[in-house]
């Protein structure tokens, strides 16, 4: 099975390419639409800015090939973000696959800190990337902006109030966290990501 990682602007390749590694699996990262469409896993990750981000996947036509494809696809952090219909991070129309605004954290007091960075806990977990995760499980963000609980909700942290920590619908799944720096628990919902059928 192919594992395929989406290469566009944004960061974080290496660290999801070395957490593959860690699961014996040699990931092809790359930008070509066949290559991506004919790949066992998809996983598109990120950390970078939303607007930036959109025009580079539209000017590469990949914002098309992302949302139209079949096999189970794995967003993280800004990747799940860029699933969803509009940020407000530069006010930017994304790719859709989620009917899902993202939204700037508004701190409440003195203590609440954007970007949110560091280790909290999930909670409610649903799913098949959760099998065998404990419930309370920490996992490690780093992030300015978060997606509502809704009915697409996997599992919900609580940092300045309740938001998704991941969503779910059809094939895609996607986390605001970063499974790939989450310790045990990241690696076995990266596991359990790849024995998706």
Avoid at 89 to 104: A, M, R, T, Y
Avoid at 165 to 186: M, R, V
Wanted: aromatic residues 10%; glycine residues 6%; hydrophobic residues 40%.
């Amino acid at each position: 099975m192919t594992v395929a990682v989406v290469k566009y602007n944004a960061g974080n390749l290496c660290s999801v390419d070395y957490a593959l590694k860690r699961l014996n699996v040699n990931a092809v990262i790359t930008d070509d639409a066949e290559m991506l469409q004919r790949a066992g896993k998809v996983i598109f990750p990120g950390v970078g800015e939303a607007k930036n981000t959109m025009e580079y996947l539209r000017q590469h036509r990949l914002d098309q090939v992302i949302k139209d494809l079949k096999q189970p696809v794995l967003g993280i952090c800004l990747g799940m973000q860029l699933m969803c219909r509009h940020s407000e991070e530069g006010d930017v129309d994304c790719l859709g696959i989620f009917d899902l605004p993202v939204l700037k954290f508004q701190p409440q007091k003195h203590e609440d800190k954007v970007p949110h960075t560091g280790w909290n806990m999930l909670a409610q977990l649903k799913g098949d990337l959760y099998k065998n995760v404990p419930e309370e499980s920490f996992a490690y963000y780093v992030h300015s902006y978060y997606v509502p609980v809704n009915n697409f909700t996997t599992a919900q942290t609580d940092y300045i109030q309740l938001f998704s920590a991941s969503i779910q619908k059809d094939n895609f799944y996607a986390a605001q966290f970063h499974p790939e720096k989450s310790g045990a628990a990241g690696e076995k919902i990266l596991h359990n990501f790849l024995q998706l059928k």
